[in-house]
């Protein structure tokens, strides 16, 4: 069974970094052969002790948001654990673990709540990077906040979760200013 240590020395290691926004297919294929089983294990609790450390609680974050869109990208499954990411970020902030994390290790406690189509979760996902000074990630924060409050969803996951899209989502879907994830 992984470890967290292993997750944020993989996640965080200098081959990596370039893959958070940028990946390919073969280090989507990496992430699900690697950690499809972690992956497994945390959607059921078994991994849920991790959350007695902070940079164990980061792991399960990473694990549960961007493990998924790595692993099913294209697919529902690529927000299935996203309310249960939410919940263990939550917890970690109420804790007061992102006083101890790294600075650069902050965003990817934050994303759960930039992920959430919920408009208080955005709020939040904004307060958050704003507090820590994140000024690249607040540019995204507010994006992301800006698209839920004009439509209150992410008009890019429609296809993936097979809702319907309005007309206006659709003229922005093919618009310049269009956010694909």
Sequence with gaps: MTD?????AFWFSDRVRPMWFHSTPEFDDEVRERYLDTWCAATVGK?????????GALALVIVLDQFPLHMFRGKAESFS??????????????SGYDKMLERSH???LYMPFMH?????DQNRSVALFEAAGLESNL????????LIRRFGRFPHRNAILGRASTDEELAYLVSKEAFHG
């Design 116 to 120: 959430s189509e919920d408009p208080a």
């Design 81 to 94: 654990t996203g309310a249960k990411a939410l919940e263990v970020a939550s917890d970690a902030v109420a």
């Design 4 to 8: 967290y240590q292993e997750i944020i």
């Design 47 to 55: 991994l849920d002790n991790w959350c007695e450390h902070a940079e």
């Design 139 to 146: 540019r995204f924060a507010r994006h992301h906040r800006d």
């Design 106 to 108: 902050l965003p990817f």
